[in-house]
T-cell receptor, first 114, second 108 residues
Framework: EPEVTQTPSHQVTQMGQEVILRCVPI?????FYWYRQILGQKVEFLVS????????KSEIFDDQFSVERPDGSNFTLKIRSTKLEDSAMYFC????????????FGDGTRLSIL | KNEVEQSPQNLTAQEGEFITINCSYS?????LHWLQQHPGGGIVSLFM???GKKKHGRLIATINIQEKHSSLHITASHPRDSAVYIC??????????FGTGTRLQVFP
């Protein structure tokens, strides 16, 4: 069964450094998402992406964050200057349609900011 | 106030028991999702429903749109069912709004 893959599984970065989290969505999916989960808290929506542009973003997704689909397969989340509070598990998801279809999640990237 | 509330927060069961996890929401929705988060962190979609009831193996999900309530049932629970079960709703936009999850432990 096709799956969403995320790399790396764990990223350790110094505060202030840039980090790029990578995702390969399911190939025929058109809608892409990033979520984050701070340790011990619920999953929170960051951003959705369709047709090479952001379709919705949350208050968390400030100017430090950006997303890109640089080629036909990868979907990336960049954090420009990481802060301690960016430490979290970041999940990528994809779906066939905007609403009414299940979202398929990757296994997540655990980001640790030192 | 959270838009999606789950109960209980923690649940312990003996193998074979029937389990119910509840989800209430306060927003209008187009669909509700039940997800399973494994101890390692990965998230798996179990059900997506907008009305009625769905069944997959030992799992059953129901939703009552009028009462803004959904339940996830596990019949004949097994230790491998131990995980965090998360309810999430689609409010007609792209994003999913998540509950805080129910941590289930099933002991042999």
């Amino acid at each position: 069964e096709p799956e969403v893959t995320q790399t790396p599984s764990h990223q350790v970065t110094q505060m202030g450094q840039e980090v790029i989290l990578r995702c390969v969505p399911i190939s025929n999916h058109l809608y892409f998402y990033w979520y984050r989960q701070i340790l011990g808290q619920k999953v929170e929506f960051l951003v959705s992406f369709y047709n090479n542009e952001i379709s919705e973003k949350s208050e968390i997704f400030d100017d430090q964050f950006s997303v890109e689909r640089p080629d036909g397969s990868n979907f990336t989340l960049k954090i420009r200057s990481t802060k301690l509070e960016d430490s979290a598990m970041y999940f990528c998801a994809s779906s066939e349609a905007r609403v009414g279809q299940p979202q398929h999640f990757g296994d997540g990237t655990r980001l640790s900011i030192l | 106030k959270n838009e999606v509330e789950q109960s209980p927060q923690n649940l312990t069961a003996q193998e074979g028991e029937f389990i119910t996890i509840n989800c209430s929401y306060s927003v209008g929705i187009s669909a509700l999702h039940w997800l399973q988060q494994h101890p390692g962190g990965g998230i798996v979609s179990l059900f997506m429903l907008s009305s009625g009831k769905k069944k997959h193996g030992r799992l059953i999900a129901t939703i009552n749109i009028q009462e803004k309530h959904s339940s996830l049932h596990i019949t004949a629970s097994h230790p491998r069912d131990s995980a965090v079960y998360i309810c999430a709703v689609e409010g007609g936009t792209d994003k999913l709004i998540f509950g805080t999850g129910t941590r289930l432990q099933v002991f042999p």
